[in-house]
T-cell receptor, first 114, second 114 residues
Framework: GDSVTQMEGPVTLSEEAFLTINCTYTATGYPSLFWYVQYPGEGLQLLLKATKADDKGSNKGFEATYRKETTSFHLEKGSVQVSDSAVYFCALKTNMNRDDKIIFGKGTRLHILP | GAVVSQHPSRVICKSGTSVKIECRSLDFQATTMFWYRQFPKQSLMLMATSNEGSKATYEQGVEKDKFLINHASLTLSTLTVTSAHPEDSSFYIC??????????FGSGTRLTVV
């Protein structure tokens, strides 16, 4: 079945460091891909998305490119801030019917040190 | 933007009692509601999908008599954990989808059964 695999955390970086969180997926058809962020004590927020191959999603300095050839959607940010500390979830949604489900990876906890 | 209000945010209950969790879409009509469960350091696992006015569709392995889902209106869905036990302790989160609106998540409910 469809699945999402993302790097395990926690990931600890210093402020202004470069961030990469790897994500690969397995899916039939042509899924949409997402990154969600969960700040401490809060629910999930959509961070960015891409709906077709070679699309690049971006938001708040974060970027991810939909790579069909490598079935990947790695999250990157050039210079992280303490406020980026959160749990990041890679996810996919199949596009086959109106009750499409979102399938999540296990999440990667990110700690940014000042 | 779209907002989903989920209550309570935290609840502690005694083993054997039932707990109801509510999710309301505040400014859109949620034609479909998804309920997820998140174990510590694990991903969000989809429990069930409900369409307004219809019976919920449960994922494999989820006990429908234990996790009662009601989606009686386009703005309200409830999840009732019946005869709760400590192993039901988890983080429960809803997601609503409506026409013209993507998946919007509630802020989650931390259930602790003692």
């Amino acid at each position: 079945g469809d699945s999402v695999t993302q790097m395990e955390g926690p990931v600890t970086l210093s402020e202004e460091a470069f961030l990469t969180i790897n994500c690969t997926y397995t899916a039939t058809g042509y899924p949409s891909l997402f990154w969600y962020v969960q700040y401490p004590g809060e629910g999930l927020q959509l961070l960015l998305k891409a709906t077709k191959a070679d699309d690049k999603g971006s938001n708040k300095g974060f970027e991810a490119t939909y790579r069909k050839e490598t079935t990947s959607f790695h999250l990157e940010k050039g210079s992280v801030q303490v406020s980026d500390s959160a749990v990041y979830f890679c996810a996919l949604k199949t596009n086959m019917n109106r009750d499409d489900k979102i399938i999540f990876g296990k999440g990667t906890r990110l700690h940014i040190l000042p | 933007g779209a907002v989903v209000s989920q209550h309570p945010s935290r609840v502690i209950c005694k083993s054997g009692t039932s707990v109801k969790i509510e999710c309301r879409s505040l400014d859109f009509q949620a034609t479909t509601m998804f309920w997820y469960r998140q174990f510590p350091k694990q991903s969000l696992m989809l429990m069930a999908t409900s369409n307004e006015g219809s019976k919920a569709t449960y994922e494999q392995g989820v006990e429908k008599d234990k996790f009662l889902i009601n989606h009686a209106s386009l703005t309200l869905s409830t999840l009732t954990v019946t005869s709760a036990h400590p192993e039901d302790s988890s983080f429960y989160i809803c997601s609503a989808k409506g026409q013209g609106y993507g998946y919007t998540f509630g802020s989650g409910t931390r259930l602790t059964v003692v």
